[in-house]
């Protein structure tokens, strides 16, 4: 499929989440089969104010193509400046619209999932946003709208691409919502149905067959994995398999998982130091840990950890202690 003129040749996307979504993280899921990355959230106006904290989130890792940053903003003349500056220091392929976080710092701002309340005011935004991508395509992430009683997704979407975006990606929840109850699939199929650009399904994608599920409900070009990719980076690899109509690769023992999250740990190190690496380690590597008998012990010394050492010695342990019941 291409998105504007960026061909993108595997149908499986990771969606931007803050906080998660990392030059580490992104390597290790690039590595296992995600097509398309996305960047953490990046204000528009701390950009353009040159921020010495915002600019590291825009940095690509090597060869990491197809790829976008993700603004957010509420202003236009922010928005518009914020895209040629990501553009131009990230060398990204794409760039995104955040108008779909609903944490309520952002969205009570007018910004992320507060844009569903005024699709005009989002058309706008993303209209400038087009202007200051240099050429680049322009996509946008969205929600069903505000609450349920205020599903405006179709009318977000048309004026999106009216606006001239790319493509769009859905996540079947209202802002109310935030991760509750079930994705609605059958909205992301009316956005797709409606729309002549690309759609991105996005929402309670934890396997191999709901990747192949959600796809085939909504008929979407892409499917975006969020949450099922805490701690398990092989569900890329294995809805790939699924996608093609091939046996499931199980995923690799607990000691080769050990293995990636502390690779993954020491690349976040070489990007942004040691602590703060750590302090981030510590709800990565417990989601790794995830559905693993007796791993209590383990997971309070890693809610603990400073340092790289650490993490090597708490790695040990779990490798001479722990093992999968499914190994």
Known sequence: MFIGNVEITTPLALAPMAGVTDLAFR?????????????????????????????????????????????????????????????????????????????????NNGEGSGLARDPEKAAKIAAAVVRGAGGRPVTAKIRLGWDKGHLNYLELAKRLEGA???????????????????????AIREVKETLSIPVIANGDVFSSQDAVAILKHTGADMVMIGRGAFGNPWLFQQCAAALRGEPI???????????????????????????????????????????????????????????????????????????????
């Open 164 to 186: 001239g975006v790319s493509a769009v990606a859905v996540h079947g929840r209202t802002k109310v919502q935030m991760y509750s109850g079930k994705a609605d699939w059958s």
């Open 27 to 107: 390597t290790i899921c690039r590595r296992l089969g995600a097509g398309y990355t996305v960047s953490e959230m990046v204000s528009a106006k701390a950009l353009c104010y040159q921020d010495k904290k915002t600019l590291p989130l825009l940095e690509l890792g090597e060869g990491e193509h197809p790829a976008a940053v993700q603004l957010f903003g509420c202003e236009e003349e922010d928005m518009e400046k914020a895209a040629a500056k990501a553009a131009e220091y990230s060398g990204a392929d794409i760039i995104d619209i955040n108008m779909g976080c609903p944490v309520p710092k952002v969205c």
């Open 249 to 327: 690769p199980p995923r690799p023992s607990l000691a080769q998982r050990c293995d990636t999250v502390v690779e993954q740990i020491r690349l976040a190190a070489e990007q942004k130091g040691e602590r703060i690496a750590c302090l981030e380690a510590r709800k990565h590597y417990a989601w790794y840990l995830k559905g693993i008998p007796y791993a209590g012990y383990y997971k309070e010394q890693i809610c603990k950890v400073e340092t790289l050492e650490q993490v090597d010695e708490i790695t040990k342990g779990i490798k001479r202690d722990l093992k999968d019941p499914e190994e």
